[in-house]
């Protein structure tokens, strides 16, 4: 059967690729899924809904909140759906043929062993990917620049439009809306291709065999391995 969680997960990337066994060690604990979590993931299908509404599929079921805050949820949805939709709006206008889609499933696996992710929003137009993330979190803003996450997802995407379009770069944003952070980093495709050859591969490979130096550092705070780490 499929792996519904992957054991090198992009979110926790910027983890494993500075201490490659905590991958391993984090796999044999329970995933604990906090309310902050749960929150996040009901604002992500209503973000989602928002978009393919706009998008024209019209017969999808409207999401609940739950019992979160349907108002503010509502109101930082919008928010992120009002920036989506502009994104694709501005593309259309130089590139009516740009390819959009919504919850694209991106898989990396061709650099990390059974590797793949979930992009909110991917838009290819011309020779540009863009790869927008939409984060409700409100702890800490989160930058696109060299970040992981996006550059995994900025992979996959490249895997299923290269052979397609000439990719000459890829655009990262993330959209966090309850920290009025909206933060945009490009790298050219050859940049991205380097990271992966000399970076990327060979700390994937230490982390999926549970090898590797361990290196603590800012990334502890949130590995469920922290507590047992020696």
């Known amino acids: 059967p499929p792996i519904s969680h992957a ?5 926790a990337a910027h983890r494993w690729l500075e201490c490659p066994p905590s991958a391993m060690l984090e796999k044999e604990l329970p995933d604990e899924t906090t309310v902050y979590a749960e929150e996040g993931s009901v604002a992500h299908e209503i973000a989602e809904y928002k ?10 079921p409207m999401p609940s909140t739950g019992n979160f805050n349907a108002e503010e949820i509502d109101r930082h949805t919008d928010s992120y759906a009002y920036y989506a939709t502009d994104k694709i709006e501005t593309i259309r206008k130089s590139c009516p043929d740009a390819v959009v889609m919504v919850e694209q499933r ?12 979930t992009g909110d ?7 540009v990917i863009q790869v927008i993330d939409f984060k409700y979190g409100k702890g800490v803003a989160v930058s696109a620049e ?4 996006m550059m995994l997802y900025a992979l996959g995407a490249l895997r299923i439009f290269d052979c397609l379009y000439d990719i000459e770069s890829v655009s990262m944003t993330i959209y966090q809306p309850r920290r009025e952070n909206v933060s945009t980093w490009t790298i050219p495709v050859t940049e991205l291709d380097d990271w992966a050859e000399r970076t990327l591969k ?6 999926y ?21 020696r």
């Not at 990396?108 to 059974?114: G, H, I, R, W």
């Open 51 to 60: 978009v393919r509404w706009y998008l024209g599929e019209r017969d999808i």
């Open 202 to 207: 060979p700390k994937a490979e230490l982390a």
């Open 146 to 149: 060299h970040n992981p996450q």
């Open 106 to 117: 991106l898989d990396f696996s061709n650099y990390v062993e059974d590797g793949f992710g």
């Open 7 to 11: 054991v090198l997960s992009a979110s």
């Open 209 to 229: 065999k549970g090898e590797g130096e361990y290196c603590p550092g800012a990334w502890c705070q949130f590995c469920k391995a922290a507590v047992k780490c």
């Open 121 to 127: 929003l991917v838009i290819v137009a011309d020779d």
